[in-house]
């Protein structure tokens, strides 16, 4: 029961976090033959895009196993500032900030408010916003400048993967050729048998900067399983936003215990 209360809420989470169908979908390319490690990653940097700014509403879908449930949110985005969330109505919403993980759930009469350690410990290694922004916009969890590693390849992606794994925790990484953006990432526990997968289907362009289209998540633990598909739409830059969030009187606070990260 603690493992399933765990990923359930981490998906929410996540699901609060993520964020629309492409007008212009971004078409294949071909890989390019003996481009080493070094190249892919740096051509990876130099193609993260550019903005103050980022807002529009996408629709998710969450499956748990049994059921699937889908909802359209509104996501609101400001660089390394700030990510903000929320369904119709206002009845779920999440702020996130570099120092604050914050959500609330109007149907549960819930809310968290807390550091990065929630989701840390739910993946087994440290989290930050920087990390949460860049799964958003298609880029590598971790920085992969940090770690040396080798590149293989197949007919459409580079595969990352560094060249000493850790047995505790093993990352790997595919890159697409077109825009050398995230094709999909991968973080294991193999010992605790978990495994956060995140593939980005497709991208599109908007106002010349690529973004992803579709995302899905699959967190596994142990025997459990959570997809989560999202799909982006209406997305638009740099315009002025705000970020009303105030989590509502006699909500009960989330207790974290040990036991159940």
């Not at 033959?33 to 629709?59: C, D, P, W």
């Not at 748990?64 to 390394?80: A, F, I, P, W």
């Not at 989701?119 to 290694?125: K, R």
């Not at 799964?135 to 969890?141: H, I, S, T, V, W």
Request: proline share 3%.
């Amino acid at each position: 029961m603690a493992t399933v209360i765990r990923w359930t809420r981490f998906s929410v989470l996540i699901l609060l976090i993520f964020s629309c169908k492409s007008k212009k979908p971004i078409s294949d390319s071909a890989v390019m033959e003996n481009m080493s490690a070094k190249a892919v990653i740096r051509t990876h940097y130099q193609n993260h895009i550019n903005f103050k700014t980022l807002s529009g509403r996408m629709k998710i879908a969450y499956f748990d196993g049994q059921s699937t449930k889908g909802v359209t949110v509104s996501l609101r985005m400001e660089k390394d500032k700030a990510i903000w969330i929320s369904a119709p109505l206002g009845i779920v919403k999440a702020y996130i900030t570099p120092n604050r993980v914050s959500f609330y759930n109007k149907l549960e009469n819930e809310y968290f408010d807390g550091d990065f350690s929630y989701l840390s410990n739910m993946l087994g290694t440290e989290l930050d916003f920087n990390k949460v922004q860049n799964l958003l916009l298609g880029q590598a969890l971790f920085d992969l400048r940090d770690t040396k590693y080798e590149v293989s390849q197949t007919e459409s992606e580079y595969i990352l993967k560094p060249k000493r794994q850790i047995d505790l925790f093993k990352t790997s990484y595919l890159i697409e050729p077109q825009n050398f953006m995230m094709s999909a990432q991968q973080l294991s526990q193999p010992a605790k048998k978990r495994v956060l997968d995140i593939t980005y289907k497709n991208y599109q362009k908007v106002n010349n900067r690529i973004l992803p289209n579709e995302i899905l998540i699959t967190a596994i633990d142990g025997n459990g399983k959570n997809t989560i598909d999202i799909d982006y739409r209406s997305v638009e830059f740099n315009r002025d936003l705000n970020f009303p969030y105030k989590i509502p009187k006699g909500f009960k606070k989330i207790a974290l215990k040990a036991d159940a990260l």
